[in-house]
């Protein structure tokens, strides 16, 4: 028989799969909240209200593993697409989806 070998658990194989810090922002000068709500939340805005920094710029910091995720930003109560994304899905409401995409952490070393 051979010797078991025990099981690496998969984030000491591949610690890129575990969460990474991601910033979104979003500038609203006037907006007296602003939240996001997403697939990495349930879509429930009131889970990741955005700071504001006093300059009219909102951000939300949000510990996320690698993968796309699908958001929308609520400012004052309004369901509001993020200017700054580069790609968007289509919702089932008729509207367009921000798609933000979390690649592997690029400072860890996999092999």
């Known amino acids: ?64 593993k690698s993968g796309e995720y699908e958001y929308r930003f609520v400012v004052d109560g309004v369901w509001t697409d993020d200017p700054q994304a580069t790609r968007r899905a289509n919702n089932p409401h008729g509207g367009l989806n921000s798609v933000l995409k979390v690649g592997l952490d690029d400072t860890t070393d996999l092999l």
């Not at 010797?3 to 500038?27: H, N």
């Not at 997403?38 to 996320?64: D, I, V, Y």
């Open 1 to 64: 028989m051979k010797p078991t070998q025990a099981i690496q658990p998969i984030s000491e194989r591949f610690p890129a799969l575990e969460k990474q810090e991601i910033v979104l922002t979003f500038c609203a000068p006037t907006a007296k909240v602003v939240q996001v709500a997403g697939t990495f939340n349930g879509w429930r805005p009131e889970a990741n209200p955005l700071m504001h920094n006093g300059s009219g710029e909102w951000a939300a910091r949000l510990m996320l």
